[in-house]
Antibody, heavy 125, light 105 residues
Framework: EVQLLESGGGLIQPGGSLRLSCAASGFIFTDYAMSWVRQAPGKGLEWVSTISESGRSTYYADSVKGRFTISRDNSNNTLFLQINSLRAEDTALYYC??????????????????WGQGTLVTVSS | DIQMTQSPSSLSASVGDRVTITCRASQSISIYLNWYQQNPGKAPRLLIYAASTLQSGVPSRFSGSGSGTDFTLTISSLQPEDFATYYCQQSYSVLTFGGGTKVEI
């Protein structure tokens, strides 16, 4: 059974930093890219960042580029998100998601087939 | 970035109703379109990927269609557990989600 368990959230002052973690189990971690998706209170979903299977390639939303860093420890099946220079608008539930890719003819469609329960980051003074 | 617009933003329906939710992309995205369901206080759940492929374990009352810029999610006979918020998401370029459609009783 695939399980994704996030941790590391909390109340942090503006300008502060946090490191989120996501412990993965139930699948071959090194075979899949992984992502973070966030959801502000009462709002919709926003993709934050993706990291490739090896960790060599990373991708970020413009809203977090330069402040957030995604990484992974393939030896321990763990995904991380280092979040710096936090702003009030970063307040959200942060979900870890497993990427999957489906080949339909010549097309490969990326989608998130498993999600964790999320860890809440609250930025407030 | 590609903008995804869902309509309606909310709807009221009854158990047994047929429900259709629309998602429109600001440019053509072929079939790079996924649908998720989110129940209150829960994580999103993948329903459909590549516009029309049902994720394993998802009931067959859910179906998806469309390509290019216009897509639909249909629930053929609404069940009590289907009252939730539904999101479309494109993976053609920088990943973006629609604003969501809340299905209420």
């Amino acid at each position: 059974e695939v399980q994704l368990l996030e941790s590391g959230g909390g109340l942090i002052q503006p300008g502060g930093s946090l490191r989120l973690s996501c412990a993965a189990s139930g699948f071959i971690f090194t075979d899949y890219a992984m992502s973070w998706v966030r959801q502000a209170p009462g709002k919709g979903l926003e993709w934050v960042s993706t990291i490739s299977e090896s960790g060599r390639s990373t991708y970020y939303a413009d809203s977090v580029k330069g402040r957030f860093t995604i990484s992974r420890d393939n030896s321990n099946n763990t995904l991380f998100l280092q979040i710096n220079s936090l702003r009030a608008e970063d307040t959200a539930l942060y979900y870890c998601a497993k990427d999957s890719r489906a080949r339909i003819s010549v097309i490969v469609v990326e989608h998130f087939d498993y999600w964790g329960q999320g860890t809440l980051v609250t930025v407030s003074s | 970035d590609i903008q995804m617009t869902q309509s309606p933003s909310s709807l009221s329906a009854s158990v047994g109703d047929r429900v259709t939710i629309t998602c429109r992309a600001s440019q053509s995205i072929s079939i790079y379109l996924n649908w998720y369901q989110q129940n209150p206080g829960k994580a999103p759940r993948l329903l459909i990927y590549a516009a029309s492929t049902l994720q394993s374990g998802v009931p067959s009352r859910f179906s998806g269609s469309g390509s290019g810029t216009d897509f639909t999610l249909t629930i053929s006979s609404l069940q009590p557990e289907d009252f939730a918020t539904y999101y479309c998401q494109q993976s053609y370029s920088v990943l973006t989600f629609g604003g969501g459609t809340k299905v209420e009783i």
